[in-house]
């Protein structure tokens, strides 16, 4: 009997515990599934092709450019998006597909011949060059063509001459951001590598186009940049930035002179355009061992470095993600010279500075002011920031605004912070007192 009744309990224990490991995997499994997120149902290539020309659409609307327009898709593979620029121009207007291998042009040749489209021409173009007629387009687009341009400056400027004055260039391409395929230009035709915004827009202004706005946001995929620009209404050739900052002599480089008695040992100069001209005067006036900081968010090469000035010698340094890499010797000043609004990585370089930075160290920033606060990715296209972001910047880093200095031209401010909040001493040794 007792032996009949161990059984009985010891299946009955069996059952329980059954039950029991059941329940506590169904409860993480339930959890699981909760936290499991759920899987975005992917589109179609019938739907991305959709979402695609209303992109499309919808970006040629936002720049005017509709019925009677002149559209050319430079690298138009196989025509893709020129049948939808078709529709949008309609007979009245001209669309010209332009490829740079004979067999791109003749698929392209063969699917027009189907289509009957009278207002599509097909061009065959080459590396430098779309070959396209001058003073005639409203609206070049590009879509993950840039990228393969092994000679920028001959390709935006035979783009720029195709366009009307006022006329749009249209780039799609990725990276967003700065450079991280490092691949030499003359590499690109034939190899793949990402090109980065901040390229991109370094190219077009230089070569003469004006930065109209970042257009992704109503991209159908979100991978890409699409960054739009404008042949100027009043240049008559390509070739310089068209919005430049105004000029600056060696009398601004006083604004950036610390007092003899506070005079700096080691400084890091970030500095480009207008405002390196400054280096030398600022270095003659106070002699001291200096480091140049070259930004990525402006270099294209991993060696390339803007030029000294005459009779100035200092080593440079390339940024890597916003870290400039930095030795342990302390730094008495930095000074960031029409270069702020350019940082796309400035948290992390900021925080290297300040590592550096000795107790009574100051930062010098010298900016073209925007009329109001932009985004920083506008404000590095723009080339331009308000001085009220740069406040708001340097605090989260863990800077303190010393003094707003004199402007030092029309379209300039200039900012200087220290470590911590200022005292008697500091607002002293700033430059102005």
Same mark, same amino acid.
């Given at each position: 009997m007792m032996i009949r009744e161990l059984r009985r309990l010891f299946l009955l224990c069996i059952v329980i515990a059954t039950i029991? &490991?059941? !329940?506590?995997?169904?409860q993480q499994t339930d959890k699981a599934a909760e936290k499991k997120p759920t899987e975005e149902k992917k589109p179609t290539a019938e739907e991305k092709a959709r979402q695609r020309e209303?992109? %499309?659409?919808? !970006?040629?609307?936002q720049l005017n450019v509709g019925?009677?327009?002149?559209?050319?898709?430079?690298?138009a593979g196989k025509g893709r998006d020129t049948w939808v620029f078709a529709d949008i121009v309609g007979e009245r207007g001209k669309v010209f597909a332009e490829e740079i291998t004979e067999k791109n042009t003749k698929a392209i040749e063969e699917e027009l011949e189907k289509r009957k489209l009278?207002?599509?021409?097909?061009? %065959?173009? &080459?590396?430098t060059s779309p070959a396209l007629p001058d003073d005639l387009v409203d609206m070049a687009f590009m879509h993950r063509v840039y990228h393969h341009v092994a000679k920028p400056k001959e390709m935006l400027q035979a783009i720029w001459k195709s366009l009307k004055p006022g +006329?749009?260039?249209?780039?799609?391409?990725?990276?967003? +951001? $700065? %450079?991280? =395929? *490092? +691949?030499?230009?003359?590499?690109?035709e034939k190899k793949h590598f990402w090109i980065a915004e901040t390229t991109v827009v370094r190219d077009a202004r230089e070569n003469g186009y004006e930065f109209v706005q970042y257009a992704d946001e109503d991209w159908?995929?979100?991978?890409?940049?699409?960054?739009?620009?404008?042949?100027? $209404? =009043?240049? =008559?050739?390509?070739? +310089?930035?068209? =919005?430049?900052?105004?000029a600056l002599d060696a009398e601004t480089a006083k604004l950036l002179t610390p007092p003899k008695d506070k005079a700096h040992k080691r400084v890091a100069l970030v500095a480009l355009g207008e405002g390196r001209k400054l280096v030398g005067p600022l270095? &003659?006036?106070?002699?001291?061992?200096?480091?140049?900081?070259? %930004?990525?968010? *402006?270099?294209?090469?991993?060696d390339e470095r803007p030029p000294l000035p005459e009779g100035i010698e200092m080593p440079s340094v390339l940024t890597e993600k916003g870290d400039p890499k930095l030795g342990p010797e302390p730094l008495d000043a930095v000074y960031f010279l029409d270069t702020y609004h350019l940082l796309f990585h400035g948290p992390t370089l900021l925080a290297k500075l300040h590592e550096r930075l000795g107790p009574s160290g100051v930062v010098y920033i010298m900016d073209r002011q925007s009329p109001k606060p932009i985004p920083h990715r506008e404000a590095s296209h723009r080339r331009m920031i308000a001085p009220e972001t740069v406040r708001e910047e340097m605090a989260a880093a863990g800077f303190a605004l010393l003094r707003e200095s004199p402007r030092p031209a029309k379209d300039r401010f200039l900012l200087i912070f220290g470590k911590a909040k200022a005292d008697k001493a500091e607002e002293d040794a700033a430059p102005g007192n």
């Open positions: 029991t &490991n059941s !329940l506590a995997f169904a209303n992109s %499309l659409r919808a !970006l040629a609307k019925p009677g327009a002149t559209i050319a898709d430079i690298g009278p207002q599509v021409h097909v061009v %065959l173009g &080459n590396s +006329g749009y260039l249209v780039i799609v391409d990725q990276r967003r +951001g $700065t %450079l991280t =395929d *490092w +691949g030499p230009r003359a590499d690109r159908y995929s979100k991978d890409p940049f699409v960054l739009v620009f404008r042949r100027p $209404t =009043d240049a =008559d050739a390509p070739g +310089g930035d068209p =919005d430049v900052a105004s270095l &003659n006036a106070t002699p001291c061992e200096a480091v140049d900081i070259v %930004l990525e968010e *402006w270099a294209t090469q991993k």
